[in-house]
Each structure stands twice: as structure tokens, then as C-alpha cells.
């Protein structure tokens, strides 16, 4: 079994803090806490779980901050959270199975990182991370703002998701586009930096600057082309709120230029038709959708509802329209094997029966009536 380090680092996260340690403080071998400023009772919350709290001053750099976290791991691993996020208990059952079982020549781990589920708790929007990294390998972080983890070596996907549960929205959006911005006046503007401000840019809700920098990000070269297929989907989002549906549908299918379709992208096709009421075109893309697989190793966001319920629920709609309701009934039985119990798909499947049923009786008796 190998032994893992804790490493966080917090700010005025009094009221996660506890419910975070309580998912995991059973699991790992050392809990680090490095505290950036906190005023509330972080700290104190913190003292009840370990006695390895830091203080680190901050200097507007996430990275120098979470470096220093990784420097007080003493054990093999090293685990990092936020304070908002919790470790559910299926999670919790995974990671101990993950502990008991890592071959040690694994030097990172890669979870989902859950940002929202569904009604019935499945995965809605999800990404991924090196989340438990052998500490012998030196990973450090980079980037003062939306830093990332560098790891090199072998690399295993594992089960275990890391959910993001948060009370509040504390994102500091205004003190995030400041730290970007400086940082970008000092090491000089890359196709990274160019990416995460227009982001946000968005975030601050400077939408005509956001879409400027967002097509302008696309005139350059591909180094990470989940970066391309993000901001041509925020493009398509701009584009959709100011009600510019033709460039909206250019952005859709220039995702395709990057990759493969994906379902998220054939679901925003199919709707963009469904809405025009062009329902055999909308089909087609849902169905599109409804045939992929989610990839093993994609690391950019994805929106998992697409890749499983929702095209099958907008199919039902879309056959239902189109007056072929055999079709219409296949895909609402696959929706309701994801949401079994649901109202309105029992609701759809029982007057698509019906319907169904009178019109075979209706078919027989004209059979019949037929000299």
C-alpha cells in the first residue's frame, strides 16, 4: 500500500473546510495545510485534523503557493484538494482500493473532477487532473494563475472523482483578470495567456472584448487544441445570447476542425435545428451524438449529459414530431434507463403506446373493412 500526502491551500474557507477533511481525513497518511491570509476561522477548523498548518504569504501567485504545499509532503504521494471539494463515499471507497493497489511505478494519477452533476447525481460537467503525484518525481506547479501541475512519466485514469461542491461563488473574477494581466506585462503574452483572457474577460462579463480575444486566439497557431474547441464553443455561446444563430452554427461545427464531433457540440448542432423546427436535420446530429463514446483521454471540459441521457430525450421529442413514434418510444426507453423513476418520460411512454396502439387497431380495422 502506498502512502499519501494531503497538500492544500486555503483562504477564508471557514464554512468547506470541515466537510472537505471529514471526506478524506481517513484516507490519507498526512494532511498539509498551507494558509494563504485567512481572517475567519479557517485555521481553527483546520487544528482539528492536523497540527501541519503553514502560513505562506501571498503573492499573487497560485503556484508559488501550492509549490510550497507540495514541500511539507513527507509520504510517497501527494493528494491535492480544494477546501471545496469532497471525496463522496463510492469516491472514498475507490481511492482506498486505489491506495491498497497502485503499482508504485505509476508516477500520476488522473481523476475527474466533477464541477456539477444531474438530478439523479451523475456527472454533468466534468474535467480532469494529476491528482496523486509520486512525490520522488519533483512535480511542481507553473503559471501564477490558472496554474497546472507538470508531470512526466507513466500515467494511470482511475475511477475515482474528485466533485466540486461549492456553498458559495467566492471566485474573485476581478482579482483573477488582475493577476493574468500582470502576469501576462511581465513573461510577455503567449497562445496560454491569450486563451485564459479571454476567458476571463468573459467571466468579468466584458463580452464584446471576450469575443474579440476569443476569434483572435483562433487566428494563431494550435498548441492545445482543447483550448480551440473551448473558445469556439464560447463563441458560439456570444454569438447565441446576441442572437447571431448564423455564426453561432459556424462555431459549432468549427469545433470539428479540432477533433472528432464530439456530443456536446452535435447536441448544440441538433438543437440549433430542433429550434428552427428542422427536426429531421436535428435528429440526425442527436443521433450523431447518441453513437459516441466519451474518449479515455480527453483533459478539456466536458459536458457528460450529452454524451449519455440527453440526446436520447431530444430524440424522443424530435421522432415525436416527425410522426415515427416506434423510433420516439427506442429512445425514450434508453433515457429512462439513466432516469427510470422520471415523471414525464413514464408520461411519454405511456402515450406513446397508447398512440402506437391505436393506430394498429386502426390499421386493422381499415384491414379489415377492405373489400
Known amino acids: 500500500m502506498i502512502t499519501v500526502s494531503l497538500c492544500m491551500i486555503v483562504k477564508n474557507e471557514e464554512e468547506t473546510i470541515g466537510r472537505c477533511l471529514d471526506s478524506v481525513r481517513d484516507l490519507v497518511d498526512e494532511i498539509n495545510i498551507v494558509d494563504t491570509g485567512s481572517t475567519d476561522r479557517t485555521k481553527e477548523i483546520v487544528s482539528r485534523y492536523t497540527d501541519r498548518i503553514y502560513d505562506f504569504e501571498w503573492i499573487r501567485d497560485f503556484a508559488a503557493a501550492r509549490n510550497y504545499s507540495f514541500d511539507q509532503a513527507t509520504q510517497e504521494y501527494v493528494f491535492w484538494l480544494d ?3 469532497v471525496l463522496l463515499e463510492p469516491d472514498r471507497e475507490r481511492f482506498l482500493e486505489l491506495k491498497d493497489t497502485l503499482d508504485p511505478r505509476i508516477d500520476s494519477v488522473i481523476m475527474n473532477y466533477v464541477l456539477s452533476r444531474d438530478a ?3 456527472p454533468h460537467n466534468v474535467t480532469r487532473h494529476n491528482r496523486l503525484v509520486k512525490r520522488s518525481i519533483g512535480p511542481r506547479w507553473i ?3 490558472h496554474e497546472i501541475l507538470v508531470v512526466r512519466g507513466s500515467l494511470l485514469f482511475s475511477p475515482v472523482e474528485i466533485t466540486h461542491a461549492p456553498i458559495l461563488e467566492k471566485r474573485n473574477r476581478t482579482r483573477n483578470l488582475a493577476i493574468l494581466q500582470e502576469h501576462i506585462r511581465k513573461d510577455g503574452p503567449s497562445r496560454r495567456t491569450e486563451f485564459y483572457l479571454a476567458n ?14 476569443y476569434e483572435s486566439f483562433l487566428e494563431g497557431s494550435v498548441e492545445n487544441f482543447e483550448d480551440h474547441i473551448a473558445a469556439c464553443g464560447m463563441l458560439a455561446h456570444l454569438y447565441h445570447e446576441r442572437g447571431e444563430t448564423d455564426r453561432e452554427l459556424r462555431y459549432l461545427f468549427k469545433t470539428f476542425e479540432y477533433d472528432v464531433p464530439r456530443a456536446d457540440y452535435c447536441c448544440q448542432i441538433g438543437l440549433w435545428f430542433e429550434q428552427k423546427g428542422e427536426y ?8 450523431v451524438a447518441a453513437g459516441q463514446d466519451i474518449p479515455v483521454d480527453y483533459f478539456g471540459l466536458m459536458n457528460f449529459v450529452c454524451w449519455t441521457w440527453v440526446p436520447h430525450v431530444q430524440l424522443t421529442l424530435c421522432y415525436g414530431k416527425l410522426g415515427e413514434l416506434s423510433k420516439a418510444l427506442e429512445h425514450n426507453e434508453k433515457a429512462l434507463e439513466y432516469f427510470p423513476d422520471d415523471p414525464n418520460l413514464q ?3 405511456g402515450k406513446l403506446e397508447a398512440i402506437m396502439k391505436q393506430q394498429r387497431q386502426q390499421s386493422a380495422k381499415a384491414a379489415g373493412d377492405a373489400p
Do not use: C, V
Request: net charge negative; no cysteine.
Open 83 to 85: 477546501a471545496d471539494d
Open 120 to 122: 439523479s447525481g451523475n
Open 143 to 145: 503559471y501564477p494563475i
Open 200 to 213: 476571463e474577460l468573459f467571466d468579468n462579463e466584458r463580452h464584446d472584448e471576450a469575443l474579440a480575444a
Open 280 to 287: 429531421r436535420q436535428a435528429a440526425f446530429w442527436y443521433e
Open 347 to 349: 408520461a411519454n411512454k
